[in-house]
Every structure is written in structure tokens, then in C-alpha cells.
């Protein structure tokens, strides 16, 4: 099963350097999910010829506009390209009257049906789910109310080891029943689950947390990512304009990955006052060797 | 003095073929005015290495998105990046509402002072006037309250010919009098100013029409002008359609250079059903023939 993840921004604040504000698309089993959706994302997407219309669920983790200015933008492309199907958006409270507002003034009744749904930014909770995922919250510490969101995969089905069955004419229930961890009768004799299968393929998990101050209190929600994306506005020496901001330096994002065992650090978000991102990338693996940066356009296998 | 016009985004609705959503900037004498703002303008002015900072006036035309979506992640970059002048953003009502509702959810206190003055959308106008330049209003007629721009330049003083006052030690406040249209004596003699002098260069005038019907009310304003922007949102086997959504066809906006009798026409916001533009550059020359495209990036001298 697919989950992958392609970077749509990787500055903070302001676009800079060719590095777009906060946006992320994550293709899990084909269904594509945006992560935020700083100014120019459907843009970007039109670049990396991605069809934003694949795009069911958007999370929003703040009202900074690096996170959302490009959301009232693709609501409104996905109106007059046509779009029918229902869009739910996961947000703050206000995103709704920013979205109605504009369309207010723009005399515009959308084609389709745009849910929002508003988050809780005190207790983190799971906010969606479907057949393959399931989505949590994960409470930041920001200037203003800030979330992350943790896409764990559901547990799949036992795997069938195919060797062992390809001379039998096992029935498609009988195969359903072994990968559901049932025994199957064949031909009077009792085929044992574990004899024919092997355990689900371990479910992934991808952490995102942006943006924070370093802050214990999500470690526990996280640990044990797959993939863990953490902001890194600053390098180590800006640590003090990091906790004026509510920010979070490269070299503390190492010590979260690191802390909360989890297997690989994507770190981006990065101030435009730093054109080279090498010193980032160095900090953050003194801490966490498998760190690597967000790049605008580049996917990474989760 | 400088006067140029420089297309940031020439696309209508949606962004396509890496042609944005409505903007243009223009200078004039070194100093810089932006029309419309949609999506990506800062991207757009980063991109050409334009200096966002130097732009002090804003003229929104109206609240549809591919005219104004750029303009709350130029505002905020500004406030990012220590802006401490004024600007002042001209524009229908509800402008002020739409930005003041974001800069309250992300809790921004703007370091500069910015204005929003409300454009009547009824009545053509004087809205702006500085040492250079007048700028009017063109009442237009669109789904939605929605007004162009007309930039006049001002007459300037007349111009001093250099030879005939070369062996002449003028004063400065001779050689003011004498770009006033005043007669000078100088040593004992009358300098009679229309020997001394030559008219003024012709003020220039640059119309904005975007977007909008076909519709005669606003001709006579832009009677002459020295560059016509008038959008062409599709070429006239479309002009059913044209009507339907408010707008022109690239050779009804040649009909109008034509009966207007304005120098020089240049067509843009154009519909995403069009990647090659061809067809309305010539459909507007049987019309107009000095028509050009809005091309993004380029540059037209006025």
C-alpha cells in the first residue's frame, strides 16, 4: 500500500528562495490528503502535475497564513473547474467565517459541499477516519491555537503465504477467512491460520508538528513514527528568537526525533533568513543521523 | 519619466499553464502602483526580482478571487519583513472585512499603518493623486461591483531648449520660470518663453478594464489612451458564454481600442480552455491591429 508524502512548501512565514509556504500531500493507498495549504498550493500542485481534485481532506493546523492563505484559492478552483463531490476541511475555529466571508463577497455558491470541521486545540483526538487511516490530533504549543496531525495506518489483513495454497482451489470466502486469522476446512482437513499466513504488514505511522515550541508533552503521541515531520525554523545559535517565536530549532527537532524513537526526521519550515539549509540539515544530525530536509517538489516513501 | 506596465498574472479563474491569476504592477517615475493581486503576486514579484517594498499603493478592481487572493499574503509578508510605511489598498467594500477577519485569527498587529479606501462602485471618481499622476475610476460592468483604473499622467513643465540657453548663466529660478511658461530678462534683455521653451512631453494615459461586458458607458473615459488593458476572456465563437459570465471577447476588447481610438491594446485574462492564444491576438488585430498579449512577466512600455 502506498503512503508517501511530497513536499508542496518548505519556508516559514514568507516565500522566499523558492521555497513555498507550508503545504503537504500525503497519498495514502492512492486517497490523497493536504496537510495545509500556504498561499500558491494549487500552484504548486499544477506543477508537479498532481490533480488536486484527487484531494478529499484537507488539515489545517493554524491560522498563520503560511499554513492556510492557499485554501480559499483551491476552494474556489475546485468550483469553477467543476468539482461535486464533498471537501472536508479539519480547522481552527474561525477558518469557516474566513472561507464564507469571501465567498460572501464574491457572490460565490460553491458546486459542491464544503464541510468544516472545527478542531479542538486543547485535547487531541482522532478527527477522521476511513478504511485505511485513522487521524489524531496532536496539541502544539504556539502562538496562537496549533495542531499537528498523526496518520497511523489501520491494521491490514493476515497475508496468505501464496506457495503454500497455489496447488489448492481455495474458495474466495476461504481465502477472506484465512486472512481475517480464521482456520479453513479443505477437503476434510483443518488448514491452521498460522500455518498459511503471515502477520499483517505493520501499519505506518506519520507524525506532523508544525508549528511548536519544543514541548514534552506530544512526545508520547509520537513516538515510534515512521516518518516524523517536525518544524526547524532556526538553527541552534537563533534558540532564543525559536522560544520568542514558539518556534523550534533544527538541533531540538534531532533530540524530539531521537527522544521518541522514531525512524526517519523530515525537517522543514525554514526562516528566510537562512538561504543554505546545510547547517540545519548537520545540527539536526548530530542528534538524529536520519534526518533529512524538506525539499519543495521531492516525495519521500513513508 | 518611466511609465511601465509589467504583467504579473494574466490568467482568468484559475491559475494554468503558468499563467496567474490577475496582477500588474507599474511604474511610473520610479514609483510603483499594483493592480489587482491575485494568488502569487509576492511569488510573481520575487520571481522578477521586483521589491515588494516599494509598492505604496494597492488598486483592487473587484472580490473575485483572481483579482484580490494574493493581497492578504502581501500584506503579511510586509508586516514579516519590518514594513513601517503606510500602504494604501483602494477597493470595493467588504475589502477591509475580508483582511481585517485574518489578521484577527493569527493575532497580527500590523507594524504599518494600512488604509483601505472604499471605491464607489457607481460613480467614476478621482481616488488618487500625487505629484505625477491622477487616478480615476472606470465604472465597469460586471456579476459583481467591479471597477478599472484610468492613470493620467499630469501635464508636466515645458522643456528648456538646452543649446539656446548653453553660453547663458541662468539661475535656477530663472530656469524655473522659464519651465513655468514665464518670459525671463537676463542681462538687460527679455528671454521671450516660446523662443527659450517647448511644450511639455504629452501626459500618457493607461486604462485598466478588467473585467467586464462589452458595454459602451465606460468608452468615452478611456477615449484615446495611450495603452488599453482590456481583458479578453474568450474568443468570440465563445461569446455566448462571454455574456453569461460578464465578460468581453478578444475581438469585442479590439472593437473598443478601435472605437475608443487608443494607441496601443493589450488583451489578457485569459480562460483556462486556452493554452495557445493565437485566436485572440488575431481575432483582436482584424479589429485593433496594434494588440498585444499579457504575457506574465513581460514588460510594455506606456
Chains 1, 2 share one sequence.
Request: overall charge neutral; aromatic content about 10%; charged content about 25%.
Amino acid at each position: 500500500m502506498k503512503f508517501e508524502l511530497t513536499i508542496l512548501g518548505s519556508s516559514s512565514a514568507t516565500p522566499i528562495y523558492n521555497r513555498n509556504p507550508t503545504a503537504q500531500l500525503l497519498n495514502i493507498n492512492e486517497k490523497h490528503y493536504l496537510i495545509d495549504c500556504g498561499e500558491a498550493t494549487q500552484m504548486q500542485l499544477l506543477r508537479l502535475r498532481i490533480k488536486a481534485s484527487k484531494i478529499d481532506q484537507i488539515f489545517i493546523s493554524h491560522l498563520h497564513g503560511d499554513h492556510y492563505f492557499g485554501l480559499i484559492g483551491l476552494i474556489s478552483s475546485y468550483h469553477l473547474n467543476g468539482r461535486n463531490k464533498e471537501l472536508t476541511i479539519y480547522g481552527p475555529q474561525g477558518l469557516r467565517e474566513i472561507l464564507d466571508i469571501q465567498l460572501k463577497y464574491s457572490q460565490t455558491q460553491l458546486r459542491y459541499e464544503l464541510k468544516v470541521v472545527e478542531i479542538n486545540p486543547k485535547v487531541s483526538e482522532q478527527i477522521f477516519e476511513n478504511e485505511d487511516i485513522v487521524v489524531r490530533t496532536i496539541i502544539l504549543n504556539h502562538r496562537i491555537p496549533c495542531t499537528g496531525f498523526l496518520f497511523e495506518q489501520k491494521l491490514r489483513k493476515r497475508r496468505i503465504i501464496k506457495e503454500k495454497i497455489q496447488d489448492m482451489d481455495l474458495s474466495p470466502a476461504d481465502k477472506m477467512r484465512l486472512k481475517s486469522g480464521e482456520d479453513v476446512e479443505y477437503q476434510g482437513q483443518v488448514l491452521k491460520n498460522q500455518d498459511y499466513t503471515l502477520d499483517p504488514i505493520e501499519p505506518k505511522k506519520y507524525a506532523y508538528c508544525s508549528d511548536t515550541l519544543y514541548d514534552t508533552s506530544y512526545f508520547e503521541l509520537i513516538r515510534e513514527a515512521d516518518v516524523l515531520y517536525h518544524e526547524a525554523t532556526f538553527t541552534h545559535d537563533y534558540l532564543e528568537r525559536a522560544v520568542e517565536t514558539y518556534h523550534t530549532t533544527a538541533q531540538q527537532a534531532g533530540e524530539i526525533a531521537s527522544l521518541c524513537k522514531v525512524k526517519k526526521l523530515i525537517i522543514g519550515h525554514f526562516s528566510a533568513r537562512y538561504l543554505d539549509l546545510t547547517k540545519h540539515l548537520n545540527e539536526a544530525r548530530t542528534q538524529f543521523p536520519n534526518t533529512f530536509l524538506a525539499i519543495d517538489g521531492e516525495s519521500y516513501v513513508i
